[in-house]
């Protein structure tokens, strides 16, 4: 008799089985004639080989589709199984850029989101700017999942300086893990919106997603890869630099931040402003400006943000005013 083993990985077993087994037997029920047992993420298929053969072509399509959209349902179990292909193809959104958790479909929502989408098929280092709640980091991500799945790149790279207002890392309790996770939460939450925890746990344990403090950057030659820096306002000129050269080959890089957020001790000028001076006429690379009509947080978070504008807008006025007057005087 012949027998053949499939190996899930990164598959939720409960998702993809369903609770109680009820799609994996409804699978099995479009081959009566195999003997088809599932033990964990392992599954064993016993009886004919043509038949085995045909079944291993129809799982794989529903693997496939598991994949991409991190779900898989009985409607599309019977598509694929009654070989109504065409019917999930025409149903997928092209403005999709993947799917999260659940199906989840992640999108660019905003005007500045659609054009770093669109900056980031050309140019292989994009810099995207603006306010808080604005969603640069998340359409980043996206990004950088969207290319690993397509297997255009080999690992995603997201990094983050380890400077936050009002606090040091030598006060901070527990060791240098423990110290340095607080600051790479948001990029950890963002990936867990788009990949299961399982498959997620795997790609990090296998290094195929890193996240890193910016300080681990240097000396580090990065190809073949989707890397992203978030919070660049909060870089030194020199360190900033640094990460820009570890650009590889076949390697994309998205540099995101805010300059009203800089939390660098005053004696600092923040790499990200001088970077837009220094690089501003260099071809192939992008610079994206969101704005307050980009935010997708609560909208006290718009309110918020413009409240501030105007109140440093009021600051410097009254700043140069008062440097006028001075000069006058003298």
Avoid: C
Wanted: net charge neutral.
């Amino acid at each position: 008799m012949f027998e053949k083993q499939i190996y899930l990985e990164g598959v939720d077993p409960l998702e993809f089985y369903g609770v109680n087994n009820t799609k994996i037997d409804l699978i099995k029920t479009y081959f009566p004639k195999l003997n088809i047992v599932s033990r964990g993420n392992q599954l064993i298929i016993q009886g004919d080989e043509k038949e085995s053969e045909a079944f291993e072509k129809k799982f794989h399509l529903l693997l496939d589709h598991y994949h991409q959209f991190n779900v898989l349902s009985v409607d599309t179990i019977e598509q694929v199984m009654n070989n109504d292909l065409n019917q999930i193809e025409t149903g997928i959104d092209r403005e999709v850029l993947l799917h999260g958790n659940s199906g989840k479909p992640i999108r660019a929502k905003t005007p500045n989101q659609r054009v770093l989408v669109e900056e980031s098929k050309t140019s292989d280092l994009v810099f995207a700017i603006g306010p808080a709640g604005t969603g640069k980091t998340y359409t980043a991500i996206a990004l950088a999942v969207r290319a690993l799945k397509n297997r255009e790149i080999k690992r995603i790279i997201l990094s983050r300086p380890a400077v936050e207002a009002g606090e040091r890392l030598g006060f901070l309790p527990g060791d240098l893990k423990e110290k340095i996770d607080p600051y790479l939460q948001p990029l950890y939450d963002a990936l867990q919106d788009m990949i299961p925890a399982k498959k997620l746990e795997e790609f990090m344990k296998d290094g195929i997603i890193q996240i890193a403090p910016l300080a681990f950057m240097r000396g580090r030659t990065l190809s073949d890869a989707y890397v992203i820096l978030d919070e660049a306002q909060n870089t030194t000129l020199n360190q900033l630099k640094m990460f820009l050269t570890r650009m590889g080959m076949n390697a994309k890089f998205i540099i995101t931040g805010d300059e009203t957020q800089i939390d660098l001790p005053s004696v600092h000028q923040s790499g990200l402003v001088q970077a837009k001076k220094i690089l501003r006429n260099i071809k192939d690379i992008s610079f994206v400006q969101f704005d307050t009509r980009d935010i997708v947080r609560h909208r006290l978070v718009r309110d918020i943000v413009n409240a501030y504008d105007q109140h440093y807008q009021k600051e410097l006025a009254r700043k140069e005013e008062f440097k006028k007057d001075k000069n006058n005087k003298k």
